[in-house]
């Protein structure tokens, strides 16, 4: 039987583009929001959900961190997709005739020099595959997306300027969510390993915190903040670093994290992907 991913969007998204390349066997299951995606994977209608979490231009995905330690699911895998953005009108309309690109509002700066350049005015909505298919049902040669190929391809839309991403390097992260974490190692390059902590109401907790994986020779990758609850005083942590749980060296820097924090989460371990350099 054939598996399902999740992806927030629709059909034609990048989401939709990162679950056709990482996983071919699993067919797409679109879902409005971030949380619907997460909620698909947990109540078991999908086995898998592709959640993309930051981009090279942009920064991280909003919201995305603070949902990731509630969600009951972990990380078996991360999938960069090089993020091409093409300007789609509706057949036989001209790139002169655009005075409007609609887009998500986290694609909009990827492009904001061309579209200035063009004097074409930046829309905000909800999707970009959902601008693809607001444009193909406008019919109106002045309106464009900005989208995928692949959304061009769903609904029908001519592409009027291919790769206007202003960032030739322009990279979107995603991570791949299940409901069970899998700590078996897995490939022949690197593991990554993202957990969550809050430290206590110590002074210097945080810098002590750290310390044992400095002291224990590991790389972290990531270390991003976010307050829970409302409140200023609770502040969680999301890191990432270079390792496996059993690494020898991890399991001491993990102790000594326990003598600093009042709460560790494993979101899971899993494969660097050869994008990340």
């Avoid at 509630?70 to 789609?88: A, C, G, K, P, Y």
């Avoid at 997306?145 to 959304?151: G, H, M, T």
């Avoid at 899998?182 to 002590?208: C, E």
Wanted: one cysteine or more; hydrophobic letters at 40%; aromatic letters at 8%.
């Amino acid at each position: 039987m054939v598996g399902r991913i999740a992806f927030q969007g629709e059909l034609g998204a990048y989401s939709h583009q990162a679950c056709v390349e990482a996983r071919p066997d699993h067919t797409p299951f679109p879902c409005p929001s971030f949380q619907d995606a997460i909620d698909a994977v947990r109540n078991g209608t999908c086995d898998l959900g592709m959640i993309a979490v930051e981009n090279s231009t942009y920064g991280r995905v909003a919201d995305v961190h603070s949902l990731l330690p509630d969600s009951q699911l972990h990380i078996i895998d991360e999938h960069f997709i090089r993020v091409h953005i093409n300007l789609l009108g509706v057949p036989g309309a001209t790139l002169g005739q655009v005075s409007r690109a609609h887009g998500h509002v986290v694609i909009l700066p990827q492009c904001a020099q061309y579209l200035r350049a063009h004097r074409i005015e930046p829309v905000v909505s909800p999707d970009n595959a959902r601008a693809a298919r607001d444009v193909m049902v406008w019919g109106d040669p002045t309106q464009a997306a900005l989208a995928s190929e692949l959304a061009a391809k769903i609904y029908g839309l001519d592409i009027l300027a291919a790769q206007i991403e202003d960032n030739p390097n322009n990279t979107t992260r995603f991570l791949i969510m299940a409901c069970d974490i899998d700590v078996t190692r897995r490939g022949n390059g690197k593991m990554i390993t993202a957990f969550v902590f809050r430290v206590r109401n110590l002074p210097a907790a945080l810098y002590k915190a750290m310390g044992g994986f400095a002291t224990n020779g590991i790389n972290m990758t990531k270390l991003e903040s976010y307050m829970v609850g409302g409140d200023f005083t609770a502040t969680q942590f999301y890191a990432e670093v270079d390792g496996h749980p059993d690494d020898e060296n991890m399991i001491r820097a993990f102790e000594e994290l326990d003598h600093f924090t009042d709460l560790i989460t494993l979101l899971g371990t899993f494969p660097a992907d050869p994008r990340r350099n």
